[in-house]
Every structure is written in C-alpha cells, then in structure tokens.
C-alpha cells in the first residue's frame, strides 16, 4: 500500500512541478517568436532562430518540444523554413506537428497537412500530394480550408491526367461549398480537360 501510494504521489508531484512547470515556461517563450512571425514585416529567420532579445521556434522545440506550445512551435518552424526556401527543413518540422483533437486546432491541423501537400507538390510528388491535401479537407470541413485543399487536390489530379478523381473534387466543392472562389475555379481546371 506504501508503494502505491508513494507511486501516486510522486506521479502527481512530477505533473505539477515539471509537466506543468515546462508547459508555463514554453508558452512564456513563444511569445516573441509568435510576434516575429506575425508582426507587420514578419521576420521568418529572426523568428525561427531567435536572438539575444528572445527565443526562437526551434528553441522552442528543443527545450520544450513536449509540450504544447513545442508542438505548435514546430508548425511554425515548419512555416518559417517554407518561407525562407528550405524545403526539406520546412517538411521535417512539419511533419513533427502532432496533430490537436480540439476544435480550435482543426484549421492549424489542415494547415499542417495542406503546407505539406504544397511541399510535396515542388517535389513532384503528385500522388503524396494529393493525399495530404484529400487529409487536410477531412481534418477541417470549414468554408476556409476545406474549398482551398480541394481545389488544390484537383490541380494536382489535373497534372496528373486523371480526370474522374479530378471531377470528384470538383463535385465535392459544388456540392459542399458551391459558392467559394475555389469551386469557380476547379470547374475552369476540370473544363479544360
């Protein structure tokens, strides 16, 4: 019985002193990585790598990549590489993201899975991409970012000649979002067919 409860105890102190200690202090240190980043001149390297006046996204990831805002750190790092041209960078902080079960992180989850399908995509990887992109509808059906992936499922159908799968996006748009910009769009693509 002592063991049991030593175990409890000692479960409960490590949640309460290092959990939920390591938590605080990663969310305190995104801040100005977050404020780079999204700021009126985004800086995507100072935000990436930090500097003297503050942590970057991949300090981030690598003091508390446990965490939850490790985990959201990564999609950022992800985002920064892309947008400073380092593909293969930018995929494998991507791809580290786990994915959120809660409502507020289904459009970052669709995000994570669309930049992947567009990174797929500069590859050449048609096929990987227009699963990422058929993945990144189903985890956010929003008039947002659902429209957008299926749009972007049916240009990559459309270079790679397959028609059907193409007109499937394209009836999933009408019926679903018939009046996005992006269905307009996809029936101009799978038109020209």
Do not use: W
């Amino acid at each position: 019985l002592a063991v049991v409860v030593l175990v409890v105890v000692g479960a409960y102190l490590y949640k309460s002193l290092v959990i939920d200690g390591n938590a605080e202090k990663a969310s305190e240190m995104i801040v100005e990585a977050q404020d780079r980043f999204a700021g009126e001149n985004p800086d995507f390297a100072l935000a990436l790598n930090g500097d003297e006046n503050g942590a970057g996204f991949i300090d981030v990831v690598e003091q508390y990549g446990s965490t939850a805002a490790g985990n959201i750190a990564k999609h950022y790092a992800g985002i920064c590489y892309l947008r400073l041209g380092d593909l293969e960078n930018a995929e494998k902080y991507l791809a580290q993201y786990d994915a959120v079960d809660e409502l507020a992180g289904e459009v970052v989850n669709a995000q994570n899975l669309g930049l992947r399908g567009d990174i797929a995509v500069e590859k050449g990887e048609y096929e990987a991409a227009a699963a990422l992109y058929k993945k990144a509808v189903a985890a956010s059906k929003n008039i947002y970012t659902a429209p957008l992936y299926l749009y972007k499922q049916t240009l990559v159908y459309a270079q790679l000649g397959n028609k059907a799968e193409a007109q499937k996006c394209l009836d999933a748009l009408q019926t679903n979002y018939p009046m996005a910009a992006e269905t307009r769009d996809a029936e101009k693509v799978v038109g020209s067919f």
